[in-house]
């Protein structure tokens, strides 16, 4: 029996191995939580090969992007599912193996909000801006792009690790500890760091959103059936940041959970990390897998083996 939920403090804080659940709950908890995470990474691994099969998908920054956005969360699901399985199981591990777990799920967490900010600029381009989109929107430009996405979040990142290994004794990082961002990276001042960071993060990312919506709202009043898809898309992408971005409430939403069920916490936290680290990685398969007419009629052919699309 061990401590419960312990993947939803990857992006966030905290710790505390107080709470246990009971074996039964324990086996079910992580039973829902490797099904789940095992087929988005099926539907994730479909579209990546829908994907890498047709040179209509590859040749456009529209897709390149949507490939980068799966691939991150393919990464960033792994993480947490191992994380979370492994405070069941092992419960402790040595400090080096969590941090490099913790740094993969950090950075790529942060990844996301970007990477939809950038996908929500596409939209805006094609629609806004048509003429200038072939010029705007190069596949070079797109992959400069996504190089950027991950050096902001390594920059970002990097120094839990660089200021841990400056503070703390040479024999920590061989010490076994429970895997959650504060017993990694102690540190108390790298807690005030990852607040300014997502203060910044939500302020950048959610005034991108608010402008490129209402940018295309305003094209979408001239029925434009084109404007009006992505202005449905660019909202599909506001629910998916808010999702995303809801990881940086976690440490508070934990200290209202502790204080309002206290007999629960355990349980709680399960939920926090399913609606934080779960569900923003089973939405982007339905934007594209779904919704999206080129996309689906090639995945199709994968995900249920029917006669390949022409």
């Known amino acids: 029996m061990s401590q419960a939920a312990a993947a939803a403090n990857v992006s966030g804080g905290g710790g505390g191995g107080e709470y246990r659940d009971s074996l039964a709950k324990a086996v079910v908890k992580n039973a829902v939580v490797l099904v789940v995470g095992l087929a988005i990474n099926y539907i994730n691994v479909s579209l990546m090969y829908t994907f890498c099969k047709h040179q209509i998908f590859y040749s456009s920054p529209r897709y390149i992007l949507f490939f980068h956005l799966v691939l991150n969360d393919m990464i960033q699901m792994s993480a947490s599912v191992i994380l979370f399985v492994v405070s069941y199981t092992l419960y402790k591990i040595s400090v080096s193996a969590c941090a490099a777990f913790i740094l993969m799920a950090v950075i790529t967490s942060e990844n996301t909000p970007l990477n939809l900010a950038c996908m929500a600029a596409e939209c805006y381009v094609a629609v806004c801006l048509p003429l200038r ?22 920059i970002s990142t990097f120094p839990d690790l660089l200021v841990t290994l400056a503070t703390e004794p040479p024999g920590f990082f061989s010490s076994d500890v429970f895997c959650v961002r504060n017993t990694a990276f102690p540190n108390p001042t790298l807690a005030q760091k990852r607040d300014v960071t997502y203060i910044v993060y ?4 959610w005034s991108v959103i608010f402008f490129l919506y209402f940018k295309i709202l305003f094209t979408a009043q001239l029925a434009s059936k084109d404007a009006k898809k992505a202005l449905k898309t660019i909202v599909l992408h506001g629910v998916q940041v ?13 200290e209202a959970l502790v204080r309002l069920f206290p007999e629960n916490y355990s349980d709680s936290l399960f939920a926090c990390y399913v609606v934080v680290q779960i569900l923003p990685r089973a939405i982007s398969p339905i934007i594209y897998g779904v919704r999206d007419k080129c996309f689906r009629k090639y995945l199709k052919h994968y995900l249920i083996c029917r006669k390949r699309p022409h």
């Open 242 to 254: 808010l999702l995303c971005m809801s990881m940086y409430a976690v440490p508070l939403v934990k």
């Open 133 to 154: 989109r072939a010029r705007i929107c190069t596949v070079g430009k797109t992959l400069v792009l996504i190089g950027s996405i991950w050096t902001v979040s390594v």
């Open 202 to 205: 939500l302020v950048l990312v």
